[in-house]
């Protein structure tokens, strides 16, 4: 399923972000930060790109049929004046998000063996606890979430459980966090918010899991 890309304002400064980013390449100041993430600057920038575009595929994994009643879908003189609303089935869709989470999940698998276990896995609940406690359901959109929450706690708590390279910590603490904590823990809640396509690492929390890798990247 194509969507346009949810997050279209972090897709143009990205593409803003380029000149700088390839004049940090030239000067070693990149390819260092991105190796301590495990990527030469190419790929890193690639792989960054490449979640953006990739916010606008969502993988359908589950469809149920949802009965609806919409006032719009009858004539004016019936639903306007007599206030007659006609049931109607439609579906729901749970997908899944390329650039929100396969992607995303993919590099935290990459990255788990450079990460130190505990301090990673502490660090997981914790972002996990704070986006279940923030995250909200919108009908029609999935769960929402406060796009710099997730990168902030967790550089902060890369930042001060690990010694020497935290970013791979603070990067899969933030993605499995967010995913764990916004779309998985509130499967339940999903369920009840009707028709249209419900994204996990889609829609309301993509703009946050995007942001922890540059805030990882940042932290190295």
């Keep these: 399923m194509l969507f346009l890309p949810i997050s279209i304002l972090l897709f143009l400064l990205f593409i803003l972000l380029l000149p700088l980013l390839f004049f940090l390449a030239q000067a070693g100041i990149l390819g260092i930060a991105f190796a301590k993430l495990g990527l030469d600057p190419v790929s890193g920038v690639v792989f960054f790109l490449a979640c953006l575009i990739g916010s606008g595929v969502n993988i359908p994994i589950?469809?149920?049929?949802?009965?609806?009643?919409?006032?719009?879908?009858?004539?004016?003189?019936?639903?306007?004046?007599?206030?007659?609303?006609?049931?109607?089935?439609?579906?729901?869709?749970?997908?899944?998000n390329v650039g929100?989470?396969?992607?995303?999940?993919?590099?935290?698998?990459?990255?788990?063996?450079?990460?130190?276990?505990?301090?990673?896995?502490?660090?997981?609940?914790?972002?996990?606890?704070?986006?279940?406690?923030?995250?909200?359901?919108?009908?029609?959109?999935?769960?929402?979430?406060?796009?710099?929450?997730?990168?902030?706690?967790?550089?902060?708590?890369?930042a001060i459980l690990v010694r020497g390279n935290a970013a791979p910590t603070a990067y899969i603490a933030g993605v499995a966090g967010t995913l764990i904590g916004a779309d998985l823990l509130n499967l339940h809640r999903i369920e009840r918010m009707g028709r249209g396509v419900m994204s996990i690492g889609g829609a309301g929390v993509f703009d946050g899991i995007f942001l922890v890798g540059i805030f990882a990247v940042l932290l190295s």
């Design 62 to 96: 589950r469809r149920r049929p949802v009965v609806v009643s919409d006032e719009d879908d009858i004539p004016f003189l019936l639903g306007r004046f007599f206030g007659f609303r006609v049931p109607r089935v439609t579906e729901q869709v749970l997908a899944v």
């Design 100 to 158: 929100g989470a396969i992607l995303p999940a993919l590099l935290c698998l990459y990255l788990l063996p450079r990460a130190p276990l505990w301090q990673t896995l502490f660090a997981t609940v914790v972002v996990a606890l704070v986006a279940k406690k923030l995250s909200r359901p919108v009908p029609g959109a999935g769960i929402t979430l406060p796009a710099l929450i997730p990168p902030i706690v967790s550089a902060l708590l890369a």
